[in-house]
T-cell receptor
């Protein structure tokens, strides 16, 4: 079946890099996403990567995809207090009409 | 671009009443909209998928007669929680995608969510 796993918590100091990890089980994933959710708000799309790519960089964000190990990571460089939020990874499955499978979310806490 | 709005942002109602939540795509046409439910400190649970002009597809365990979904236009979907009870209290989030985009991803754009409290 389809399953996406994330660690629940990550705490870093301001200015450090944060690395949030995600594993998935379905090898027919087409796209993998990272979303950010601040308290009481909806989800904000941060970035996505196509399943045939290994890496994607967008300003402070770097996404790494290891398709063999079905492992996805999001690295946030120079983490700021404003980056404190819950981060969800999600995969879209081929021929599922755009349905996304979400991980449990990783709560990132950035300490000054 | 790709802005999705929800209305209301929060609602408090009495047990037994019905509540309608609207989801609008403001600057794109949404061929598909999704409705999620989120409990505190938990992930999103997909309730149903609605395609414009057709009946919604509900996930297993979601009562279609209790959670009525209408997707009458390419920019609006509504979720009506009928005969609401306290256990229906939750954060409801919608998302939208334009499935016609050439070479497009399955990217979903999310609304800000609606906090429902049933007394």
């Amino acid at each position: 079946g389809e399953d996406v796993e994330q660690s629940l918590f990550l705490s870093v100091r301001e200015g450090d890099s944060s690395v949030i990890n995600c594993t998935y089980t379905d090898s027919s994933s087409t796209y993998l996403y990272w979303y950010k959710q601040e308290p009481g708000a909806g989800l904000q799309l941060l970035t996505y990567i196509f399943s045939n790519m290994d890496m994607k960089q967008d300003q402070r964000l770097t996404v790494l995809l290891n398709k063999k190990d079905k492992h996805l990571s999001l690295r946030i460089a120079d983490t700021q207090t404003g980056d404190s939020a819950i981060y969800f990874c999600a995969e879209s499955i081929n021929n599922q009409g755009g349905k996304l499978i979400f991980g449990q979310g990783t709560e990132l806490s950035v300490k000054p | 671009g790709a802005v999705v709005s929800q209305h209301p942002s929060w609602v408090i109602c009495k047990s037994g009443t019905s509540v309608k939540i609207e989801c609008r795509s403001l600057d794109f046409q949404a061929t598909t909209m999704f409705w999620y439910r989120q409990f505190p400190k938990q992930s999103l649970m997909l309730m149903a998928t609605s395609n414009e002009g057709s009946k919604a597809t509900y996930e297993q365990g979601v009562e279609k007669d209790k959670f009525l979904i209408n997707h009458a236009s390419l920019t609006l979907s509504t979720l009506t929680v009928t005969s609401a009870h306290p256990e229906d209290s939750s954060f409801y989030i919608c998302s939208a995608r334009d499935g016609r985009l050439a070479g497009g991803t399955d990217t979903q754009y999310f609304g800000p969510g609606t906090r429902l409290t049933v007394l």
